[in-house]
């Protein structure tokens, strides 16, 4: 290795005291020296340099393996991503769907739920109104019965005690010494059948006033249910729970 270094100053000397060409930067150089150093220096090499450029051409070759592998394995990768990421949102489409035919089938089934306790829940206000109705009409009918009959009790009360009066007052009229008498008894009479018979229409107004206050208890009673029943459907807390049929509630307060 030294005679390569030893060659190399050599030549390089014979470079710088040639004889320069005219008019060019080239030179003249003994060429039997040149080439006699220049065999010095590759025979002074050593093989492992020999050695070395083969493991470099190797190196390049194995480079360009790694690299074409590299390239193939990075393009399965991505065709494999590709596979990977189209499976996937072909699935999350799938699923997708699924849960939408789900949800419409559950809004469906919601849908037709609450319509069928919106027809149950106006079935029954309408049964209860009616119920109602009839029972207002039976306890108009009553109390105007009863209101006739005790207003023709007290007319005719009060027709027979006017009829007495007159009949007193005839009598009385008919002896000159209680004449005064007569008269006095016969207003006391009036005025008494009078105030019997404002008595009887005062219980009778009475009477008509309690049963009419006792069906608008009932009638505020049913209103309150239909309105609870309205809120849990409009809340969507489960199927409306009535509570106490107030027609039954107004029976048993009639009963007792």
Do not use: W
Request: charged share 35%; glycine share 6%; with cysteine.
């Amino acid at each position: 290795m030294y005679r390569v270094f030893e060659a190399l100053d050599e030549l390089v000397a014979i470079v710088e005291e040639a004889r320069g060409v005219p008019m060019t930067a080239g030179c003249v150089v003994p060429r039997g020296d040149v080439l006699e150093l220049l065999d010095d220096v590759r025979d002074s090499i050593p093989g492992e340099l020999d050695d070395a450029q083969d493991v470099l051409d190797h190196r390049d070759k194995l480079v360009g393996d790694a690299r074409a592998t590299a390239d193939k394995t990075v393009t399965s990768a991505n065709q494999e991503a590709q596979d990977t990421v189209e499976n996937a949102r072909d699935s999350a489409d799938r699923i997708l769907a699924d849960a939408k035919a789900q949800a419409d089938r559950m809004v469906a089934e919601a849908k037709a739920h609450a319509e069928q306790l919106v027809d149950d829940a106006t079935d029954t206000a309408e049964r209860t109104v009616e119920d109602g109705r009839r029972e207002y009409e039976a306890l108009t009918t009553r109390a105007r019965t009863e209101a006739d009959r005790m207003i023709e009790s007290g007319q005719a009360a009060y027709d027979r005690s006017v009829a007495d009066g007159v009949a007193e007052q005839a009598r009385l009229v008919a002896q000159t010494e209680v004449v005064q008498a007569a008269h006095a008894e016969s207003a006391r009479v009036i005025d008494e059948a009078h105030a019997e018979s404002d008595r009887m229409r005062s219980e009778c107004d009475v009477y008509v006033d309690t049963k009419l206050a006792e069906f608008e208890e009932f009638l505020t009673g049913t209103i309150r249910s239909v309105g609870r029943g309205r809120q849990q459907l409009r809340t969507g807390s489960g199927v409306p729970d009535y509570g106490t049929d107030p027609a039954d509630d107004f029976r048993r307060s009639r009963r007792s």
